[in-house]
């Protein structure tokens, strides 16, 4: 079992950068792969970055390719997005999800694949 707790959202201007955490509690170590996913207002969750156990495979959705960085410290437990050049449709609550897995090279897409969920964390983007 882990806990995972985000932080670090907040309001920025479009063109600006913010960089949100995520903790992770409980049985952890790097047994699991990280991803970030968001919720737009209205909207569904939507994956936005995943990457793996060894950090060396990362997955981005086409929406924030170059704009948004994943990254982890396993020694501290701890998986970043970074994310620059925000558009007031980044505007969303971004949520980090956890799986566990033996494979330290697979990194995930999908809602489906991953057991562990965050509470939130806003992020609001003015134009």
């Known amino acids: 079992q882990v806990q995972l707790v985000e932080s670090g959202g907040g309001l920025v201007q479009a063109g600006g950068s913010l960089r949100v955490s995520c903790v992770a509690s409980?049985?952890?170590?790097?047994?699991?792969?990280m991803g970030w996913f968001r919720q737009p207002p209205g909207k569904e969750r939507e994956f936005v970055a995943g990457?793996?156990?060894?950090?060396?495979?990362?997955y981005y959705a086409d929406s924030v390719k170059g704009r948004f960085t994943i990254s982890r410290e396993n020694a501290k437990n701890t998986v970043y997005l970074q994310m620059n050049s925000l558009k007031p449709e980044d505007t969303a609550v971004y949520y980090c999800?956890?799986?566990?897995?033996?494979?330290?090279?697979?990194?995930?897409?999908?809602?489906?694949?991953?057991?562990?969920w965050g509470q939130g964390t806003q992020v609001t983007v003015s134009s």
């Open positions: 999800a956890a799986r566990a897995t033996y494979s330290s090279s697979s990194a995930y897409t999908t809602l489906q694949q991953y057991g562990y």
């Open positions: 409980g049985r952890t170590g790097s047994s699991y792969a």
């Open positions: 990457i793996s156990r060894s950090g060396l495979i990362i």
